[in-house]
T-cell receptor, first 109, second 113 residues
């Protein structure tokens, strides 16, 4: 059974600081996804990582994938308040996604 | 363009009442469709998925059921709701065949009282 673990589950950071969210998974997969969820809202797709070594960046967020280590990271650079949300990673196992528990990020002024 | 709709947006139902949630997709044909549930403050749990009309796979045994009567329609049902059925129900579909990326509908927030 595929297991996906995110850490930390809660993250409070100051504006302007950098931080990394980690996503570990238990079985082999070449596809990993990052989503953002604002309170009371649905999930918004952020990144799709399809191969080992894949790196994608959008604004202050950068995601990477190491399939050999079964690890993905979501790096936040110079955080701003608008990034406050819950971030989920999800791992594909035959067109079905298994989600992590999410990282609730709060960026304080 | 592809769009996914969910109805209703919010629902309050008493314990023991029936349930029907609808998900429809526009702008694509023969999509893979999924139902997820998110309990408050938790991650997403896959409930059902469907690769075609009448084809339903259940992930978690429970008092919920799903049906796919038409290519772009996916329905989640229950005959008798439990308190534990409360949550945020999300329908999702896969865009394309290369990335298998899932896109989510706006969701239905169900409160069972």
């Amino acid at each position: 059974e595929l297991k996906v673990e995110q850490n930390p589950l809660f993250l409070s950071m100051q504006e302007g600081k950098n931080y990394t969210i980690y996503c570990n998974y238990s079985t082999t997969s070449d596809r990993l996804y990052w989503y953002r969820q604002d309170p009371g809202k649905s999930l918004e797709s952020l990144f799709v990582l399809l191969s080992n070594g894949a790196v994608k960046q959008e604004g202050r967020l950068m995601a990477s994938l190491d399939t050999k280590a079964r690890l993905s990271t979501l790096h936040i650079t110079a955080a701003v308040h608008d990034l406050s949300a819950t971030y989920f990673c999800a791992v594909d196992s035959g067109s079905r996604l298994t989600f992590g528990e999410g990282t609730q990020l709060t960026v304080n002024p | 363009s592809q769009t996914i709709h969910q109805w209703p947006a919010t629902l309050v139902q008493p314990v023991g009442s029936p349930l029907s949630l609808e998900c429809t997709v526009e702008g694509t044909s023969n999509p893979n469709l999924y139902w997820y549930r998110q309990a408050a403050g938790r991650g997403l749990q896959l409930l059902f998925y469907s690769v075609g009309i009448g084809q339903i796979s259940s992930e978690v045994p429970q008092n919920l059921s799903a049906s796919r009567p038409q290519d772009r329609q996916f329905i989640l049902s229950s005959k008798k709701l439990l308190l534990s059925d409360s949550g945020f129900y999300l329908c999702a579909w896969i865009f394309g065949t290369a990335s298998y990326e899932q896109y989510f509908g706006p969701g239905t927030r169900l409160t069972v009282t």
